[in-house]
């Protein structure tokens, strides 16, 4: 972010909301930043005239994902998980963690808004916001983007007009 802004790293303009989201200063405002880490991995994103949102997690196994999604996922997206085999089930739990955490970050809330307010379906092997609480807005208000930034991660970035 330094260079985009053409100031030293130390000296980026960053502060926090009320609910501890990262926001920019000053001549900068009209730039939303988000930024997520998993193990070794950095991943950071940074807008123009938008509300942004990323979320990065490393690869690894996930035991317990099916239980998390009967817990916290909707309904449909917890059947289309265990629908899948046991190898794919990670894979498709991790997406769909990261689609969910990037669209709450970029809202503002993070997963304090709750991973059951928005819901999400594949198609063509592409994950797609199909509905979700009208706080968030639209579904078709967000634009979201999965993919693996290195090896061993996946990534997601949403992203809706200010």
Known sequence: MAGEFGCEPLAVPLIRDALNRPQLTARHK????NWSHSGDGLLVG???G???????????????ALALAWRFFTPPEAQW??????????LAFLRLWCAKEAVLKGHGRGLAFGLDKLVFAEADGVLALVACD???GRPED???REF???????AAIAWRAR
Not at 50 to 64: N, T
Not at 148 to 153: F, I, L, Q, T
Request: proline letters at 13%; charged letters at 30%; aromatic letters at 6%.
């Open 30 to 33: 009209h730039f939303d930043v």
């Open 46 to 48: 940074l807008g123009e």
């Open 50 to 64: 938008v509300k942004i949102g990323v979320d990065l997690e490393r690869i690894r196994p996930r035991p317990r």
């Open 81 to 90: 998980l265990a629908s899948l085999p046991p190898p794919s089930r990670e």
């Open 134 to 136: 009208r706080l968030l």
């Open 142 to 144: 967000w634009t979201l």
């Open 148 to 154: 693996a930034p290195d090896a061993g991660y996946r």
